[in-house]
């Protein structure tokens, strides 16, 4: 595993530790007359880690210069799904466990390069 993907894997678990406590605001809200659901925009990340992935020749944009930008926006919707706001619960209980798998798969893909490195360190099988 490269620089570059432990990149993304640090990019992703950003993400998904902001998009948890976002999803979390809105479930906590859900009661809230007038509240707005928010949701976090990190596609500029992805487009960018894509570009990235396209590297062939050193002109072309280096997987060290990958930054990601987490914008959390606010739903203007007038939909008041739940009578009070726009908060649907079953969206956001659906949108939580799968961000929780999100994090788990990074955290543990992490967890499994830094072990890597450890057993490389010490010259041998991990032991």
Known sequence: MAV???????N??????LRNKIISKNIANLGTDGYKREDVDFKGMFAENLTA????????????????????NTDNSQ?????????NIDEEMAELAKNSIQFKFASQRTGNYFKLIQSVIKGGDGS
């Open 4 to 10: 570059f993907d432990i990149k993304i894997l640090e």
């Open 53 to 72: 992935l396209k590297t062939t020749e050193p002109r072309h944009i280096a997987a060290d210069n990958i930054e990601s930008e987490s914008i959390v």
């Open 79 to 87: 939909d008041m799904v739940s009578g009070i706001n726009n908060v």
């Open 12 to 17: 992703l678990l950003d993400y998904t530790s």
